[in-house]
């Protein structure tokens, strides 16, 4: 009988080692890979899952429509409108109603990762869009991306709303009104 022990630990060794080679590219948080193959015989260890995120937030309050819950790509979060936004653009000073001269701000949080777009359209009290805004998202998880409209002649008084898509999809709308 012929001895294959040798050249099947050969084998072994050399798909372990190109196996754990390519584990953890691109990942130093990855615990070190042993110099040493493991003895013949001796199973791997399966490779560490991914990690989990978080579940979507639950609904918010907004008219009629909620964030998706696909893994693996932005989905909306939450809406909010004010007069200011820190440095994270989130909004500061939560409100609905505004002097005509004010600066109005959104505030849109998104989750999970990926590429997206995300298009603020603000209408007048007649419903038509007096502007519209889109930003692209390269989001590597939760994000919050800010919109505003300004008109230093002064808003008309009235009823107004802010609509936001997600990659043309509408997923949120909020009213605010403008009043001297």
């Given at each position: 009988m012929k001895?294959?022990?040798?050249?099947?630990?050969?084998?072994?060794s050399?798909?372990?080692?190109l196996?754990?080679?390519?584990?953890?590219?691109?990942?130093?948080?990855?615990?070190p890979?042993?110099?040493n193959?493991?003895?013949?015989?001796t199973?791997?260890?399966?490779?560490?899952?991914?990690?989990?995120f978080?579940?979507?937030?639950?609904?918010?309050?907004?008219t009629?429509?909620?964030?998706?819950?696909t893994?693996?790509?932005?989905?909306?979060s939450?809406?909010?409108?004010?007069?200011?936004?820190?440095?994270?653009?989130?909004?500061?000073?939560?409100?609905t109603?505004?002097?005509?001269?004010?600066?109005?701000?959104?505030?849109?949080?998104?989750?999970?990762?990926?590429?997206?777009?995300l298009?603020?359209s603000?209408?007048?009290?007649?419903?038509?869009?007096?502007h519209?805004?889109?930003k692209?998202?390269?989001?590597?998880g939760?994000?919050?991306?800010?919109?505003?409209?300004s008109?230093?002649?002064?808003?008309?008084?009235g009823?107004?709303?802010i609509?936001?898509?997600?990659?043309?999809?509408?997923?949120?709308?909020?009213?605010?009104?403008?009043?001297?």
């Amino acid at each position: 009988m012929k001895n294959t022990r040798p050249p099947l630990m050969l084998a072994v060794s050399l798909a372990a080692a190109l196996a754990l080679s390519a584990c953890g590219k691109g990942n130093e948080s990855a615990s070190p890979v042993p110099s040493n193959p493991p003895p013949s015989g001796t199973a791997a260890a399966p490779p560490l899952a991914p990690p989990a995120f978080p579940p979507p937030a639950a609904s918010t309050g907004m008219t009629g429509m909620t964030g998706g819950d696909t893994a693996g790509t932005v989905s909306f979060s939450s809406l909010e409108v004010g007069s200011s936004v820190d440095a994270n653009h989130k909004i500061v000073a939560a409100g609905t109603s505004f002097a005509p001269k004010d600066t109005v701000y959104a505030s849109v949080e998104t989750i999970g990762p990926g590429h997206a777009k995300l298009t603020a359209s603000w209408r007048d009290p007649q419903g038509r869009i007096v502007h519209e805004d889109s930003k692209e998202l390269d989001a590597m998880g939760p994000a919050t991306t800010a919109f505003m409209i300004s008109q230093p002649e002064g808003f008309p008084e009235g009823n107004y709303k802010i609509d936001i898509s997600l990659d043309g999809r509408a997923v949120a709308s909020k009213d605010f009104s403008v009043k001297k």
